[in-house]
């Protein structure tokens, strides 16, 4: 059942992941790739890692992609639509993520990390955002209070340079 | 009980009678048990849900009248109450026409991008305690009220693509002022509630409930197991549970809580795209704002996804506010069957009220201008919810 989940899931992902690249419609790519990151999420449901699968949709879905279409949506891309695709660019993209996939499916063959079977799961003392909220404030405390700052700092750049008037 | 069955079995060719002892033995094994009782709870829910809609649409219209004073739809049945059908036909007989220059693909994609999110909100919600022993949510996850925002926050595609692929210059206004709106929104509504999380220490909305059953509701938290069945019959023990939960911290806490509700109930009509903040769709300036372009059964799947989508925001409050199914004094569906009905009504009925709460300041109060609109999510909710959120945690970690 699970692995069925994980093969439907994983195709849905990498055919709307193609569609990104193929579709001539930046909106229809947006899109495509909203779906993709939802078909992500569903590999996380599958994995019992709710909490993630759930921000995914949250942060990438909800929130970064509706700002991209925003953007999209505004400048009305015609450019894009009207460019005709290449052969010749088309066979260069080809052979090059062909060799890429090659060198990773061998490498990950031969490679002895990946033939032992991993050890099973131990049952979770807490739920997976216990677990996670532990993890940042107990093991990963000062990195996590280091990115919030970071976040802040961006923020007020942010707002600094918005504020400026153009003379 | 075997010779029961035995008496059956003769009513039955044999091939056919082991057919069913393996069908019967599947449905009663865990697996196949959850998922009959799923598949049941999802389509009663959704039946229910669905009638709710078509007689929010009723309703909106009646009071609305009531408000000025006229008499609303009142020919086809008793009182109108027909009238939901007399629509529903007369959106399907219309001609489902769509403009030369829309994207036709989309155009046609996104009514059903806007009725889908609320429906799957609902699949998280508490809607009862148990019924049989069967947990009354259709999924009862450990991130359940998350799952509620993401959810929400998806639901805004839907409309942007309305907007864009009508190619028209109305309703693509109405959708780049919808997702700045949701953008703005969202924030408050999913900082708001941060501070139930904190106080219950929760994300299942089944714990936040019975959170409330035992510690009272969120927007007045002084009902201590102490107010149960006994209690009615003596009032004297029912004052001393009042006082009993009269404590200083549940005073306190009670501050933040009342905010968080205010926000989050708020925040939620700009969600829904209701007056005072139905910008997207403003009559007055944008026509119909995204569904101008729309006829027939793609305006009504926009109508119906707007009224599912505040039906299920009324859910939404009510599970993290209203004590979800909970009413003081009334039991469990553990104690009887009963009760676990009453149950269900009583979660159904504050839904029902807090939708008249809906409608009421539709048409009470004015519409806000769109700038007064963002400066109100940016200025004030935002910052609101945060110290808010601050708040919730000096009193949790100072009074005890």
Redesign the interface.
């Known amino acids: 059942m699970q692995l069925t989940l994980f093969w439907f899931f994983s195709l849905l992902m990498i055919g709307f992941g193609a569609g990104v690249v193929v579709l001539r419609n930046p909106?229809?790519c947006a899109?495509s790739l909203?779906a993709s990151f939802?078909a992500l999420a569903a590999l996380f449901v599958t994995l019992d890692a709710?909490?993630i699968a759930?921000?995914q949709?949250?942060v990438t879905?909800?929130?970064v992609m509706?700002?991209f279409?925003?953007i999209i949506?505004?400048l009305n891309l015609k450019a894009e639509e009207r460019r005709r695709v290449k052969l010749s660019a088309m066979l260069g993209g080809g052979l090059i993520v062909g060799c890429f996939l090659e060198l990773l499916s061998s490498t990950l063959s031969t490679s002895p990390l990946f033939s032992q079977p991993l050890p099973p799961l131990t049952e979770p003392v807490h739920?997976?955002?216990a677990m996670i909220g532990l993890t940042l404030f107990h093991s990963f405390n000062l990195p996590f209070q280091v990115i919030g700052v970071l976040l802040l700092v961006a923020t007020i750049g942010v707002v600094l340079l918005s504020r400026q008037t153009l003379k | 009980m075997d010779d029961f069955s035995n008496f059956i079995s003769h009513f039955f060719s044999p091939a056919a009678w082991t057919f069913l002892k393996t069908l019967g033995e599947r449905l009663m094994s865990p697996i196949g048990f959850l998922i009959w009782t799923t598949f049941l709870k999802s389509t009663i829910l959704l039946g229910i849900i669905l009638g709710l809609v078509s007689y929010t649409v009723y309703a909106e219209r009646r009071v609305s009248a009531l408000i000025q004073d006229r008499l609303g739809p009142n020919r086809v049945g008793w009182q109108g109450l027909l009238q939901p059908i007399a629509d529903a036909a007369k959106l399907l007989l219309k001609e489902n026409f769509t403009p030369k220059n829309a994207n036709y693909f989309?155009f046609r994609l996104a009514p059903k991008l806007v009725m889908i999110p609320p429906i799957l909100v609902l699949g998280v919600l508490p809607f009862g305690s148990s019924l049989f022993g069967v947990q009354m949510t259709i999924a009862s996850?450990?991130?359940g009220a998350?799952?509620v925002?993401?959810?929400s926050?998806?639901s805004?595609?839907g409309i942007?693509?309305a907007?864009?692929a009508s190619n028209s210059k109305y309703p693509?206004l109405g959708?780049?002022r919808s997702?700045?709106q949701?953008?703005s929104y969202?924030l408050s509504l999913a900082l708001s509630i941060v501070p139930i999380f904190m106080v219950v220490g929760?994300?299942?909305l089944n714990t936040i409930v019975q959170y409330q059953v035992e510690q009272g509701w969120m927007i007045a938290p002084f009902w201590p197991q102490g107010m149960n069945w006994h209690a009615l019959l003596h009032p004297a023990a029912a004052w001393q549970a009042i006082a009993a939960g009269m404590s200083l911290r549940h005073l306190l806490l009670w501050i933040p809580l009342i905010i968080s509700f205010f926000i989050f109930f708020v925040s939620m009509f700009a969600e829904t795209n209701r007056l005072p903040f139905d910008l997207p769709e403003a009559e007055q300036e944008l026509i119909g704002g995204y569904h101008t372009e729309y006829s027939s059964m793609g305006f009504a799947l926009f109508f119906l996804g707007e009224y599912t989508a505040m039906i299920s925001g009324a859910g939404v409050i009510t599970t993290l506010f209203l004590g979800g199914w909970s009413l003081p004094f009334i039991p469990d569906g553990s104690h009887g069957w009963v009760w676990g009905l009453i149950n269900i009504g009583a979660f159904f009925a504050k839904i029902i009220a807090l939708l008249f709460v809906f409608i009421w300041v539709r048409w009470t109060l004015p519409r806000f201008r769109y700038d007064q609109l963002m400066k109100l999510g940016w200025y004030f909710f935002f910052e609101l919810a945060i110290v808010n959120i601050f708040l919730t945690a000096l009193i949790l970690t100072y009074v005890k």
Request: no cysteine; charged share 5%; aromatic share 16%.
């Open positions: 909106v229809a899109l909203v939802l709710y909490f759930i921000i949709v949250l879905a909800g929130a509706v700002l279409l925003f949506m505004l739920s997976d955002v | 989309y996850i450990n991130v998350i799952y925002l993401a959810i926050s998806i805004v595609y942007v693509l907007g864009w693509f959708g780049i997702t700045s949701m953008i969202e929760s994300l299942n």
